[in-house]
């Protein structure tokens, strides 16, 4: 039984761009949260989607956005990137609330340059 | 707002020894859950243990208990039999057990190293 993947594992973006990360969840969830975590620090929760809709976000700016599509795979998109968007993004995907816990997957390592 | 706060950065123990991990959080919520994650340096965060507040008993797993003491708002992990293996970052977490904001607050977490 897989568990969440990500893709890619590792990308470099020059300051400015745009970033495009994918996640798919562990088979039979059917949320899936993102977040960000800088070196050395705990994850930032950035969003969750649920049925295809954003249901909670964090206090990130709105060059995050992102999408959960028909088979509950998803992707975080990051628009005009900064050097402080450099982090290991986490996707983390749940059968509903996810109160009895999330499955994360390894994460994609962002470097902005 | 709820906050983890994890105090210790980094921790040692001998292996086969006993270490316990600490960690205290603020909220005004009465119904939440509490976690602690293992983040190896696969970086893959990996759940440790849970415990729902409303439960009095400590939670355990294996190797793996908890001393949760809701009136200090205190949520300690202790591990026992401490294994290379052990060696990881670990975090402990927050959600709000109302079901509609299931986010993770998560801590700042300690570096374990488990040594031969």
């Known amino acids: 039984d897989a568990g969440v993947t990500q893709s890619p594992t590792h990308l470099i973006k020059t300051r400015g761009q745009q970033v495009t990360l994918r996640c798919s969840p562990k088979s039979g969830h059917d949320t899936v949260s993102w977040y960000q975590q800088a070196l050395g620090q705990g994850p930032q929760f950035i969003f969750q989607?649920?049925?295809?809709?954003e249901r909670q976000r964090g206090n990130f700016p709105d060059r995050f956005s992102g999408h959960q599509f028909p088979n509950y795979s998803s992707e975080l998109n990051v628009n005009a990137l900064l050097l402080g968007d450099s982090a290991l993004y986490l996707c983390a995907s749940s059968w509903g609330q996810g109160l009895r816990g999330y499955t994360f997957g390894s994460g994609t390592r962002l470097t902005v340059v | 707002a709820q906050t983890v706060t994890q105090s210790q950065p980094e921790m040692s123990v001998q292996e086969a020894e006993t270490v316990t991990l600490s960690c205290t959080y603020d909220t005004s919520e009465s119904n939440y859950y509490l976690f602690w994650y293992k983040q190896p340096p696969s970086r893959q965060m990996i759940l440790v243990i849970r415990?729902?507040?409303?439960?009095?008993q400590n939670a355990t797993e294996n190797r793996f208990s908890v001393n949760f003491q809701k009136a200090a708002k205190s949520f300690s992990l202790k591990i026992s039999d401490s294994q290379l293996g052990d060696t990881a970052m670990y975090f402990c977490?927050?959600?709000?057990?109302?079901?509609?904001?299931?986010?993770?607050?998560f801590g700042k977490g300690i570096t374990l190293s488990v040594r031969p």
């Open positions: 415990q729902e507040a409303y439960k009095q």
């Open positions: 977490a927050f959600m709000k057990g109302d079901g509609a904001n299931s986010k993770l607050t």
């Open positions: 989607y649920y049925e295809e809709e």
